[in-house]
């Protein structure tokens, strides 16, 4: 079997392996330090989007402040801490709590509806909404917050800065750092298929993860979003996908590594075959209806939301694979 030095492999030698004609022996490898590491449950995790309002204008994203097209809303405290508790009830332990980088929700109004969450919904707390200060991610720790998700999206400067023309690839690495010295379960992750990406730019994503020393890593294709610049792009591969997981559970035997909604998008069975290529993580939304549909990332055709049965429906598919819903 093929052995790769999770410490010391390099950039150029994790390019070789993305490009490679034949990947099958690093699926094996990937799969086999899944199982020795992380087991075969598959984490199910609830997500609630609880507000699409966004001051941030990267260019692919159809939150972007920039997209008129969009209608926005804000879910009241008190939805999102009923939206918790039947999360809660159906038996999802942990909450991601997601939203467009939105000013409304100041430091204490989210440190207060995190720690009634906690209170009441007895669940573990992700918080992913974007960049804010070490001191405001310092006071939602304090109020109960374990886990924070904030993607790296690419580790190259030069594409970072033309997809984000408010921010740099410096500070949200500086926030991941924070994020991680505060003692967060600490998320990061990219896409896959950005404008100008190569396989050594996913190399060096690769290698920005170990370095972090995250703890998750969220790697989905991007897919375009006609209302956003990038309209006109093709979406990513779901194939390079795979392979950018199988190579981040190589470099981070422990990591939760969700199989992303995006794959689920291009093609409900890719999002299968990759519970065979290192991930362990499924996310499940949880966003009542009426928001669900708002919340467009990008474009996907989406179901209404009966909490139970949906998660009733997904532990059904994980058992179908083997493997141990919880
Ligand atoms: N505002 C928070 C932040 O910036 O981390 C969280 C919300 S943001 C919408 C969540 C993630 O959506 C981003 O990290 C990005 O990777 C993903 N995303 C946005 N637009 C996308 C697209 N067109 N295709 C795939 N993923 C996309």
């Known amino acids: 079997m093929i052995q790769i030095d999770r410490n010391h492999v390099t950039k150029n030698e994790l390019a070789d392996l993305l490009r490679r004609e034949d990947f099958r022996d690093v699926y094996e490898l990937a799969d086999r330090i899944r199982a020795e590491n992380v087991g075969d449950v598959v984490h199910i995790r609830a997500i609630l989007e609880f507000s699409n309002h966004c001051r941030r204008v990267c260019r692919y994203c159809g939150l972007n402040a920039r ?14 801490i009923e939206t918790a508790q039947e999360a809660a009830r159906a038996g999802y332990r942990t909450l991601v709590m997601q939203s467009g980088e939105d000013p409304w929700y100041t430091p204490e109004i989210l440190g207060e509806i995190v720690r009634e969450i906690k209170r009441s919904a007895k669940m573990a707390i992700t918080l992913s909404c974007g960049e804010r200060s070490r001191d405001v991610y310092a006071y939602w720790k304090e109020c109960g917050a374990d886990r924070y998700l904030i993607k790296q999206e690419t580790a190259d400067p030069a594409i970072y800065a033309s997809l984000h023309p408010d921010s740099s690839l410096e500070e949200r690495v500086a926030c991941l750092k924070n994020l991680k010295s505060l003692g967060y379960e600490t998320g990061s992750g990219f896409m896959i298929g950005l404008p100008g990406q190569t396989a050594e730019t996913i190399a060096m994503d690769l290698l920005l993860l170990r370095e972090i020393g995250c703890d998750m890593a969220g790697i989905g294709p991007f897919i375009p979003h ?55 993580v499924v996310m499940r939304k949880v966003t009542p209806t009426s928001y669900k549909r708002l919340y467009e990332i990008y474009p996907a055709s989406l179901t209404d939301t009966d909490i139970l049965a949906d998660r009733r429906q997904l532990e059904e598919q994980i058992r179908h694979l083997d493997r141990i819903p919880l």
């Open 67 to 80: 997209n008129s097209a969009l209608p926005r809303y804000r879910m009241k405290p008190e939805e999102m």
């Open 226 to 280: 006609p209302d956003t610049p990038l309209r006109d792009q093709p979406p990513g591969s779901s194939e390079l996908c795979k392979r950018a997981v199988a190579l981040a559970r190589i470099l981070l035997p422990k990591a939760n590594l969700p199989a992303t909604t995006a794959l689920g998008v291009l093609n409900g069975k890719e999002k299968n075959d990759i519970f065979s290529c290192g991930a362990n």
